[in-house]
């Protein structure tokens, strides 16, 4: 017999495995048994040969069974032609350039967003500018820009915010003052 025939016995002996026993791998386990048997002696035409002789024929209902298995593997395969949307999480057909849940696209880059799994800080950083003014504001900035950067920003603009406000009490205080050190001049 030529190798092609060997190979075509031996993709025979793969379905018969496949169908009669329970492995999660029926190519492992004849690969396996054909290992063992070659390595007492035999060459790897005979063990095969052997072995497809021992198994026979598959039955009709056998094969029934191996028509549903490849039907089910089939449309294992046609599920795995589907991608997961990154925005959304949904499955979506490979060829699809625009998610149909969430018209996220496909052919733009994409930058997963990674702030559900960094920290965020604290409220209380926004009591530091309120206190510090400017210099508060900026410490914040500074500490916080790496974890969130809308609360770093939102912090800076307290702090100009809280400096203006300053400077304005400061001025009423110190005109009042003024003017009430003019009266009694």
Same mark, same amino acid.
């Given at each position: 017999?030529?190798?092609?025939? #060997?190979?075509?016995?031996?993709?025979?002996? @793969?379905?018969?495995?496949e169908?009669?026993?329970?492995?999660?791998? =029926?190519?492992?386990?004849?690969?396996?048994?054909?290992?063992? /048997?070659?390595? %007492?002696?035999?060459?790897?035409?005979?063990?095969?040969?052997?072995?497809?002789? %021992?198994? $026979?024929?598959?039955?009709?209902?056998?094969?029934?069974?191996? !028509?549903?298995?490849?039907?089910?593997? +089939?449309? !294992? %395969?046609? #599920? +795995?032609?589907?991608?997961?949307c =990154?925005?959304?999480? +949904?499955?979506?057909?490979?060829?699809?350039k625009?998610?149909?849940?969430?018209? *996220?696209?496909?052919?733009?880059?994409?930058?997963?967003?990674?702030?559900?799994?960094?920290?965020?800080?604290?409220?209380?950083?926004?009591?530091? =500018?309120? @206190? &510090?003014?400017l210099i508060? $504001?900026? @410490?914040?900035?500074?500490?916080?820009?790496?974890?969130? +950067?809308?609360?770093?920003?939102?912090? /800076?603009?307290?702090?100009?915010?809280?400096? *203006?406000?300053?400077? /304005?009490?400061?001025?009423?205080?110190?005109?009042?003052?003024?003017?009430?050190?003019?009266? @009694? &001049?």
């Open positions: 017999m030529s190798s092609v025939d #060997i190979d075509e016995i031996y993709e025979k002996l @793969l379905k018969i495995y169908v009669r026993y329970n492995y999660a791998n =029926p190519r492992m386990m004849l690969y396996y048994q054909i290992n063992q /048997l070659v390595r %007492e002696g035999r060459t790897r035409e005979e063990v095969i040969k052997t072995l497809y002789e %021992e198994e $026979g024929e598959l039955t009709s209902e056998e094969e029934k069974k191996l !028509e549903e298995s490849t039907r089910r593997k +089939k449309g !294992e %395969e046609a #599920i +795995k032609k589907t991608k997961q =990154p925005q959304c999480g +949904k499955e979506v057909l490979i060829g699809f625009l998610c149909p849940h969430c018209d *996220f696209d496909w052919t733009l880059p994409y930058r997963p967003s990674y702030t559900s799994y960094v920290k965020k800080p604290t409220s209380l950083w926004y009591l530091v =500018p309120l @206190l &510090l003014g508060g $504001g900026a @410490l914040g900035y500074i500490a916080v820009k790496d974890e969130d +950067k809308e609360m770093a920003e939102t912090l /800076l603009v307290i702090g100009i915010v809280m400096s *203006f406000i300053d400077i /304005l009490v400061i001025w009423a205080i110190y005109s009042y003052y003024l003017s009430m050190l003019s009266r @009694l &001049l």
